[in-house]
């Protein structure tokens, strides 16, 4: 069975990349390549494009892609009912695509052979000098209000017409595994949400690299992109409040996978997260079925709009 070692990127349309491109330099993410019909960003990590949008006139996600080892794992995949054949990704660092469909109808992609770009610099965190542990001797801390370098896509939520299916679905095609649970309280619960993970290789993994919410209206619900630390957080919203950008909701604390979190839209709309000292975990993880209230979901800090769980 194939099993994905990465989330690849995150792939929208949207009718005026000038406009994608100058929130995201506001948001943290460089410009990869350009051309007259695509936008390419990346982090300063060695991943060529975390997030891509194709111009077109309405903005609608097009698909999340992970990633896999080895062309004989999009080979495989590309066998599934509904599955495209492989294709080359002409994108930065190239690549082959397989397009998707999970059991619902939503699109999503496999890729591999993605060539890695070199690291882009990017800020050492400063140790923290906690209550009881102080780290940070005779050096005091300086953070800019700036737009905070994003290092990596983390995770992406999609809403999905089959809950069950489409998590059966990941777990046995791209080997996905189950952090946590949303659910509604009952004996038992129903469970209307699903937290997945990497299979990974015995290292410690991201509690999530995608969230699967059922939904009568499938689509993206956000993606998210981790940050240094708590002052690229906040330095950051500082700036995009400076820069007139649409706060979502932040600065908080989240429940499941901790990360602390700060959400902005796009200028088309599009949820898009900064999140910092998340949980990372290994097998031996406890799922749980979290049946607590929407306002419980954040620990501390801004509570989400009413929207927001829509
Ligand atoms: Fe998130």
């Known amino acids: 069975m194939p099993r994905a070692i990465g989330l690849s990127r995150v792939i929208y349309q949207a009718p005026d990349l000038d406009r994608m491109a100058g929130f995201m330099a506001d948001f943290g993410l460089a410009v990869a390549a350009r051309t007259a019909d695509a936008l390419y960003l990346r982090g300063t990590g060695t991943a060529p494009c975390i997030h891509a949008t194709q111009r077109g006139a309405e903005p ?27 294709e080359r990704m002409d994108a930065p660092g190239g690549g082959l695509l397989v397009r998707m469909r ?28 906690a209550g009881a542990d102080k780290r940070r001797i005779d050096r005091p801390v300086r953070p800019r209000r700036e737009p905070a370098a ?16 489409t998590v059966a679905w990941l777990c046995r095609h791209f080997g996905l595994v189950p952090s946590d649970h949303l659910g509604i309280p009952g004996d038992p619960p129903k469970v209307i949400g699903t937290f997945l993970r990497l299979a990974g290789d015995g290292a410690p993994v991201d509690h999530h690299s995608m969230l699967v919410l059922d939904s009568s209206d499938p689509g993206v619900h956000h993606c998210s992109f981790e940050v240094q630390d708590v002052d690229a957080i906040m330095a950051a919203h500082e700036y995009l409040v400076e820069r007139g950008h649409v706060l979502d909701c932040g600065v908080g604390r989240h429940l499941l996978g901790s990360q602390i979190f700060d959400y902005w839209r796009d200028p088309f709309g599009f949820r898009v997260e900064h999140y910092t000292d998340g949980d990372v975990v290994t097998a031996a993880h406890q799922p749980e079925v979290f049946t607590g209230t929407a306002g419980e979901t954040t620990q501390w800090g801004m509570k989400p709009p009413p929207e927001f769980f829509a």
């Open 150 to 165: 994003v290092l990596r896509i983390g995770h992406f939520v999609q809403r999905v017409r089959d809950h069950d299916a």
């Open 102 to 129: 999970l059991p619902g109808g939503e699109r999503i992609d496999a890729v591999c052979d993605v060539a890695e770009a070199a690291p882009l610099p990017l800020r050492a965190p400063p140790p923290f000098n």
């Open 60 to 86: 609608r996600f097009i698909a999340g892609a992970f990633q896999f080892a080895a062309r004989e794992d999009l080979d495989a995949l590309a066998a599934v009912p509904g599955s495209s054949a492989p």
